[in-house]
């Protein structure tokens, strides 16, 4: 949907759109997000968490990556019966 400094809005067909923090994006370190996604491009992503009080979704494009820190852990059981290995695909729509 769009890309911003720290991450991207992405569009992947539910009720939300997902937040892909830069952190979430691969393994190394990102310099210039920029230089890795742009707006209306394809990705492979899959849900790694939601903020139930505000409804949003947190998404990641690496693989076993799920949201930390201090958060207690998100409840995953709407998703309990999706396969741990699919992959939805979501459209960035616009850069920021």
């Given at each position: 949907?769009?890309?911003?400094?720290?991450?991207?809005?992405?569009?992947?067909?539910?009720?939300?759109?997902?937040?892909?923090?830069?952190?979430?994006?691969?393994?190394?370190r990102?310099?210039?997000?920029y230089?890795?996604?742009?707006?209306?491009?394809?990705?492979?992503?899959?849900?790694?968490?939601?903020?139930?009080?505000?409804?949003?979704?947190?998404?990641?494009?690496?693989?076993?990556?799920?949201?930390?820190?201090?958060?207690?852990?998100?409840?995953?059981?709407?998703f309990?019966?999706?396969?741990?290995?699919?992959?939805?695909?979501?459209?960035?729509?616009?850069?920021?």
């Amino acid at each position: 949907k769009s890309v911003l400094d720290f991450g991207a809005i992405v569009d992947i067909g539910a009720q939300s759109h997902g937040l892909l923090h830069i952190s979430c994006i691969c393994k190394e370190r990102i310099e210039n997000i920029y230089d890795i996604l742009s707006e209306g491009q394809q990705v492979d992503v899959w849900i790694s968490g939601k903020r139930e009080d505000e409804g949003k979704y947190g998404v990641t494009m690496v693989e076993g990556l799920r949201e930390g820190g201090r958060r207690p852990a998100a409840d995953l059981t709407p998703f309990a019966d999706l396969p741990s290995d699919e992959w939805f695909s979501g459209v960035v729509a616009r850069t920021a």
